[in-house]
């Protein structure tokens, strides 16, 4: 091989082993900060492995938010109107977060209970984050099939 093209073919050589690095560095930083988002329905058909870190949309329980006295530690139920998800918290809540509202929590499932990093509340009364609204749709449609048993037992006849 001519000296001038084994020059060229080790610059392209270097540049493409540069390449190859610089975006598996890039894609290696970007799996440890991406967090799936998942309905309590999901988590409860067992779709999520125990410690995973993961975002849970649906609303806050009606009467099941319980607040410690003497510290920051606060614990209620996430619903997507099929299933429901113990969520522990400790830590301050958003002004907005109250019972019957949209929450998108982030943490980690463990023994089934869903330890909360963070707690995001929506910001207004007409929002609600695209995935808490199409998770809540979603069972909302799955629970008023027709032909299918309600929670009255009746059928969707």
Excluded: C, W
């Excluded at 493409?16 to 890039?26: K, M, P, Q, Y």
């Excluded at 910001?123 to 449609?141: G, I, P, T």
């Amino acid at each position: 091989m001519k000296p001038h093209r084994r020059k060229k073919l080790t610059i392209i050589g270097f540049i493409a082993t540069g390449l190859a690095v610089a975006i598996g560095l890039s894609l290696y930083a970007l799996s440890n900060t991406i967090d799936l988002f998942f309905t309590p329905s999901q988590v409860a058909a067992g779709e999520v492995a125990d410690g995973q870190r993961i975002r849970i949309g649906g609303m806050v329980k009606e009467g099941s938010v319980e607040q410690s006295q003497d510290s920051l530690h606060v614990e209620f139920i996430a619903t997507d109107y099929s299933h429901d998800l113990q969520v522990r918290y400790d830590g301050i809540l958003p002004d907005l977060f109250r019972e019957g509202q949209g929450v998108v929590v982030e943490g980690a499932v463990t023994n089934g209970v869903f330890e909360a990093s963070r707690v995001l509340a929506k910001h207004d009364e007409n929002y609600m984050s695209v995935e808490v609204k199409a998770a809540l749709d979603a069972a909302e449609r799955e629970r008023t099939l027709p032909g299918v048993a309600t929670e009255g037992g009746a059928s969707g006849t």
